[in-house]
């Protein structure tokens, strides 16, 4: 079998519904079959996930759909397991909960066939499916951390180091990837734990000279969940940011680079400061979360909560 330009490969555990609409979406490219393929990996789904991926095989004869179990769960390492599955030139890899246009897979190759060997990321914007009315309370900020969209504005242009993509949106160059070891699998989301990390890659590409461009006009919508429109689940994900912060920061000085830890740090110190921390009450909330994101950040680095390799990563 000849190889394909691009490969979309998904992680996905227990949304087998939700899959089943992604892969019609997938299969539904302006960009002909016989250039890209599908790679599922199930990471330990308990649910009918490989008959729907059985299903969208039948539904798609046309289309290369390939399915992989991964037991070990993570994000990054079933990322992994799709890259070691496939070979195509430029790998993306959409959510399960996604909707992405025709075009979408098109429009990544044009940039990179127009832009040559030195662009390594494509991203673009998400627009968010609300499950249900979004709370007065969620604020424009917050609406990054929903990964509701990627506050980088709506005009084409080439990123900053500090600038990421959401994960979701973005294609990478295979070579660059591998040129950084691909996903470092001590970061990124294991099951209910909310980590993040995985865009410290695109960190690592660009100290190597890679460059990172953003096009605002290619959108995917995104389905917010309503388990996360609440502020237990806001601080949580605050926290975890902030904790991950620590791993990421220690990955990247691996890499040549790095932030000081000073620079994320906004931190109460007197115990009434914490009176906000009351998961009934939004007083402050914008600034509770903060707090929170610091606190996970402090906690990770003095090793009271352990992260990254010291939670038994790679």
């Known amino acids: 079998m000849s190889r394909t330009d691009i490969s979309a490969i998904i992680a996905t555990r227990d949304r087998a519904a939700m899959l089943a609409h992604c892969l019609d979406c997938l299969c539904a490219q302006t960009l002909p079959p016989s250039r890209y393929d599908i790679c599922v990996v199930d990471n330990g789904s308990t649910d009918n996930t490989r008959e729907i991926v059985e299903a969208a095989v039948a539904r798609h004869p046309r289309h290369r759909i390939l399915y992989i179990y991964e037991p070990v769960p993570g994000v990054p390492r079933a990322h992994n397991r799709g890259l070691a599955a496939t070979d195509s030139d430029f790998v993306i890899f ?3 909960d996604v909707r992405v246009p025709p075009t979408w897979l098109e429009n990544f190759l ?7 060997d030195k662009l390594a990321v494509v991203g673009g914007d ?3 499916i609300w ?3 979004r709370p007065a309370w969620v604020s424009e900020d917050m609406l990054v951390f929903l990964s509701a969209t990627t506050g980088l504005g709506h005009l084409p242009r080439f990123t900053t180091y500090e600038e990421c993509f959401i994960e979701y949106n973005c294609c990478f160059r ?3 990837l591998a040129a950084v070891g691909n996903f470092p699998e001590h970061l990124g989301r294991i099951g209910n734990i909310l980590t993040g990390g995985q865009n410290a890659v695109e960190a690592a590409i660009k100290l190597r000279g890679g460059r990172a461009l953003y096009d605002p006009a290619i959108i995917i919508r995104h389905i917010i969940h309503a388990d996360r429109l609440t502020p237990t689940w806001l601080r949580r994900r605050f926290f975890w940011q902030g904790a991950t912060g620590q791993a990421v920061r220690r990955y990247l000085q691996r890499m040549g680079g790095g932030a000081a830890p000073e620079a994320l740090l906004n931190l109460p110190l007197a115990r009434e400061d914490w009176a906000f921390a009351d998961e009934e009450t939004l007083d402050g909330f914008d600034m509770s979360l903060h707090h929170f994101q610091s606190l996970g950040f402090v906690l990770a680095l003095t090793g009271i909560i352990p992260v990254g390799e010291k939670a038994g990563g790679a």
Not at 110 to 116: A, C, S
């Open 126 to 128: 998400v627009m968010p």
């Open 174 to 176: 295979r070579k660059s």
């Open 131 to 133: 499950c249900g009315k």
């Open 110 to 116: 044009g940039h990179f066939e127009r832009q040559g």
């Open 94 to 96: 959409p959510d399960d």
